[in-house]
Structures are given as structure tokens and as C-alpha cells.
């Protein structure tokens, strides 16, 4: 069986490098992603000089304050993130359909197996791919190659910041057992405790213990990491939808108005369905992300979604209202879809209901009136009402204050 060729992409502090490669003159400072001015607000990112200083991921803002008070600190960009993501996706797909890509993290996964051929050796894949990112964005990834993804993200904890490594075929387990146990990928946090209070720090002492020996304190957990242990990791690289459509939305300000979420929320929907009645696409998975102030991303999904803009903001809605379970200010909002080729021009699932735009064919002329005014006046030509900021409704999350009693 011909040993599968696996390249892993990595961007690290991806926000930071986008947002120090858009601005130049920070490129030497310590950076910090984070959300200024909440009093809960933690680091999302930072750059290495930064990370020198010892600033971490999920530090809270103020003790980053009081060590260096005069870092600089952005607010995240998350618009900005996936729009790189999205570049970079673009380009992989140039040389393999296999690519899987990460959330807004500058992750990518690449199965190249069999294309030698077409473009050459894998490491000349890996190489001309780096080339093209650093020529587009000024961004220089880490990238590995190995025959499956616990290698290849394992040899990039390696050599970060930057740098390249090769694994080849059969020395999986060689170069695993120099490792650190905590650089090991697919172990939880409380796992590699168990594992170091044994006094095992590195996986070569790890890897002489048998499954039998592994399901004392992991039971059930004991057979995949014994295949962690030893580089084996039978996953494939899980394929990213080209067709999908992403939409987001930023707030210029982070916000918990219910009002305010949807007015950022419905031209997001109605930006995804009349993409999909231009082209004629049917609507599968619909996927809401939120991220919030503080860093913290939350994704919910349903199987199926319309493609007339009442029904499928109500689809939203539900969606944001089962994803929103924290008191967070919220950053940014990111609605996706994926898409097959098109079923008729629309596509309305059905939305129970007694309300007018719960018809499906008095939805679709609607809609159709509506795109052909924004196709002559503009895109902000006419709106629906949810689009329309209310500023001073109350947040449902919000905590009631209870006065005392007289």
C-alpha cells in the first residue's frame, strides 16, 4: 500500500502575523490580540516577541497590562482572519481537492497522496505553496509532511516559529519518542497529567507500555493513545467545501443588544440566499459561528436551510438563540452554507407557521421583487425590518438586578 503523503500548514499566531503584516511598523513590538476596555477581556493572540515576554493565550488583559504596560494590544479582526483563511484555501485546492482547513486559526491539511505527477515531489508542493502565501500576504508558514496528520502537526510543534520538516514513511515512531509528552497531539490536558505523574516526560518513556498497561488509568482511552504513542493515526484529512458560502458580519462595537445582533445578522442571510438564487444553488448545512469579545468561538449547525430570506433568518435566529449562551459581548458573526447545484431556481423547506412568508411561492416572488430592485438601486435599496437597528433593546441574557426591598 503506497504511504499517504500529508503536508500541515501552519501560520503561527496567525491573527498577529495578519494584523502585523498589515501593519509594518509593529512587526518588532510586542503585540497582543485582544478585545480593549472589558474588564473579563483575555488574550486571544500574540506575536512571538510577545510571547517572549511571557504573555500566553487567555491571559487576562490587565495582568498583560501590569507586566508591560506599554504593549500594544489590537481588537481581533475576524473578517480579516477569514478572509486570509479563505485565499489560502483557494490556493491549496490548486494542487489537491483534499484540504482541510482550520477556523480562522491558520491551520491547513493537505493530501497530496498520488499527485506526484501532476506537480512534482510533495516537498516541492509544500515549498511552492509557502512561496505563494509569502508573496501574497507577507506570511511565512511552517509546513511539514509525513505520512498522516498526528505526524505532520507534530514535526510543526517542532520547529515553530518557523521552519520546515520531513518525516518519511516508517520513521513515524522515531521521531515521535524524542518528543515532550505535552507536544504530543491528541492528548488532553489531563491526560498528559495522568501520564506525567508517573514521571514519564517524554514519549520514548511512554511508548514501551502495552494497551493493558495504558487501560488502568485511561480504560477506554487506552487503545487511541497507544496508537498516539506510537504514530499511528488512521484519520484522513477531511475535505473542507469549496462550494460552501461564507458571509460574516463585525460590529464596530462589541454588543449584546438583541437589536443590534440582528440587524448584523439578517443582511448576512440575505447576503447567502440571493447568492444562492443567482447561481441557482441549493442550500444544505447552515452554520452560525459567534465570536465573542473575550476570544471565545461557539458553532452550531442545522442540516438544511432555505434559500428565501424570511424563512432562513428565521432559521438564523434559531440557530444564534441556541449558540448564545454567554453574557460575553459579542465580536463577530459568521453564517456559511454549503451548496450543491441548483434544484430550480429557489428552494423554500417549509417553515412552520401562520405568517404570510410561511407560503413558499408568495416567498419566492418576494424575494424575486427584491433582488431585482437591489439589482437596479443597490444593495441597501430596501431592507427588511429585523435589518433595522432598535438601539436600546434589552439583551434576554442579561441579568436581572434586583433592588432590595424598602
Request: proline share 8%; with cysteine; glycine share 8%.
Amino acid at each position: 500500500m503506497t504511504p499517504r503523503s500529508i503536508i500541515h500548514l501552519n501560520i503561527a499566531d496567525f491573527a498577529a502575523r495578519v494584523e502585523t503584516c498589515l501593519s509594518p511598523g509593529l512587526k518588532k513590538a510586542p503585540v497582543v490580540i485582544a478585545p480593549a476596555g472589558g474588564p473579563r477581556a483575555r488574550v486571544f493572540d500574540m506575536n512571538e516577541q510577545a510571547f517572549q515576554t511571557g504573555v500566553r493565550k487567555g491571559m487576562n488583559l490587565s495582568s498583560v497590562k501590569h507586566r508591560d504596560p506599554g504593549i500594544r494590544i489590537l481588537p481581533p479582526r475576524f473578517n480579516r482572519y477569514a478572509q486570509v483563511m479563505r485565499i489560502i484555501f483557494k490556493q491549496a485546492l490548486a494542487y489537491t481537492p483534499i484540504v482541510e482547513s482550520g477556523a480562522g486559526d491558520g491551520h491547513f491539511f493537505l493530501d497530496i497522496t498520488g499527485t506526484g505527477r501532476l506537480y512534482g515531489p510533495p516537498p516541492d508542493v509544500a515549498f511552492r505553496l509557502k512561496k505563494a502565501i509569502l508573496k501574497e500576504f507577507g506570511l511565512d508558514p511552517i509546513w511539514s509532511l509525513a505520512t498522516n496528520k498526528l505526524v505532520a502537526k507534530a514535526a510543526t510543534r517542532m520547529v515553530k516559529p518557523v521552519g520546515e520538516f520531513i518525516v518519511g514513511p516508517g520513521e513515524e515512531e522515531t521521531f515521535l519518542a524524542a518528543l515532550p509528552i505535552e507536544l504530543l497531539p491528541g492528548l488532553s490536558k489531563q491526560e498528559i497529567q495522568t501520564i506525567t505523574q508517573f514521571n514519564l516526560t517524554r514519549v520514548a518513556q511512554a511508548q514501551p507500555l502495552t494497551r493493558a498497561q495504558l487501560s488502568i488509568p485511561f480504560d477506554q482511552r487506552a487503545g487511541r493513545i497507544h496508537q498516539l504513542l506510537h504514530g499511528v493515526d488512521p484519520e484522513p484529512v477531511i475535505r473542507s467545501r469549496a462550494g460552501a458560502i461564507t458571509v460574516d458580519h463585525e460590529f464596530a462595537t462589541e454588543t449584546n443588544e438583541a437589536d443590534e445582533l440582528k440587524a448584523g445578522l439578517f443582511p448576512m442571510v440575505a447576503a447567502l440566499g440571493r447568492q444562492a438564487r443567482h447561481h441557482g444553488l441549493r442550500l444544505q448545512k447552515l452554520v452560525l459561528s459567534i465570536s465573542y469579545a473575550d476570544g471565545i468561538c461557539c458553532q452550531k449547525a442545522m442540516p438544511q436551510a432555505t434559500t428565501n430570506d424570511i424563512p432562513m433568518f428565521k432559521q438564523a435566529w434559531t440557530l444564534f438563540c441556541s449558540a448564545w449562551k454567554r453574557r460575553v459581548y459579542i465580536r463577530h458573526l459568521s453564517l456559511s452554507c454549503h451548496t450543491a447545484p441548483g434544484q430550480g431556481r429557489f428552494q423554500n423547506v417549509g417553515i412552520p407557521g401562520p405568517g404570510p412568508w410561511d407560503h413558499p411561492a408568495r416567498a419566492d416572488r418576494v424575494d424575486l421583487a427584491m433582488d431585482k430592485i437591489r439589482s437596479r438601486f443597490g444593495q441597501t435599496a430596501i431592507q427588511a425590518g429585523a435589518a433595522l437597528c432598535n438601539p436600546g433593546t434589552t439583551n434576554r441574557l442579561k441579568p436581572k438586578i434586583s433592588r432590595p426591598a424598602p
